[in-house]
T-cell receptor, first 120, second 110 residues
Framework: EAGVAQSPRYKIIEKRQSVAFWCNPI?????LYWYQQILGQGPKLLIQ????????DSQLPKDRFSAERLKGVDSTLKIQPAKLEDSAVYLC??????????????????FGEGSRLTVL | QKEVEQNSGPLSVPEGAIASLNCTYS??????FFWYRQYSGKSPELIMS????GDKEDGRFTAQLNKASQYVSLLIRDSQPSDSATYLC??????????FGTGTRLKVLA
């Protein structure tokens, strides 16, 4: 079974430029997440999709970040314009839909390799 | 108050010892709890999940959950240098939303 695919793996840009990251989840996984992980910190949820609908984007800086998941499969995260503090690893993860057992979320979160962004 | 709190460490233990990693969470309705391991420069990978109070063992790993105290822990027995990594605690509550702690860096000394 193919894992979560992300690209590019590395990106270096100057502040105020734009960048886009792509993610293809595991086949059949309805739920897709974008996390931001700054060095030395835990992953911070930016946006969560279920199929092609947004479940949670409360921590997405909407003035500069946008994300879409057309057709409920792959997803793109865009930053425009980038700031120095956006330097981080952007992790995409997916989870299978029938991950509920007896009312508990038992779905494992599978991560891609991440996209490391450096803003100069 | 942070939703999921962990001591950032580093926690240093000698090879063969028991490493004890702790996590507290703020949302009382949290239902599912996970421990992920993250090697430097790599993505997190799931090592344990626990859903009910008590202990759950898997090989050298034991997860412990106390919902009344809003506390979850991970014990690693017979620690090996290969266990040196950052351990992330994650919590979900009624949705598919996974909230992660900042992680505890574990160093196992040979």
């Amino acid at each position: 079974e193919a894992g979560v695919a992300q690209s590019p793996r590395y990106k270096i840009i100057e502040k105020r430029q734009s960048v886009a990251f792509w993610c293809n989840p595991i086949s059949g996984h309805a739920t897709l997440y974008w996390y931001q992980q700054i060095l030395g910190q835990g992953p911070k949820l930016l946006i969560q999709f279920q199929n092609n609908g947004v479940v949670d984007d409360s921590q997405l800086p909407k003035d500069r970040f946008s994300a879409e998941r057309l057709k409920g499969v792959d997803s793109t995260l865009k930053i425009q314009p980038a700031k120095l503090e956006d330097s981080a690893v952007y992790l995409c993860a997916s989870s299978s839909y029938p991950g509920w057992t007896g009312g508990l979320n038992t779905g494992e979160l599978f991560f891609g390799e991440g996209s490391r962004l450096t803003v100069l | 108050q942070k939703e999921v709190e962990q001591n950032s460490g580093p926690l240093s233990v000698p090879e063969g010892a028991i490493a004890s990693l702790n996590c507290t969470y703020s949302d009382r309705v949290s239902q599912s709890f996970f421990w992920y391991r993250q090697y430097s420069g790599k993505s997190p990978e799931l090592i344990m999940s626990i859903y009910s109070n008590g202990d759950k063992e898997d090989g050298r790993f034991t997860a412990q959950l106390n919902k009344a105290s809003q506390y979850v822990s991970l014990l690693i027995r017979d620690s090996q240098p290969s266990d040196s990594a950052t351990y992330l605690c994650a919590v979900t509550s009624g949705t598919y939303k996974y909230i992660f702690g900042t992680g505890t860096r574990l160093k196992v000394l040979a």
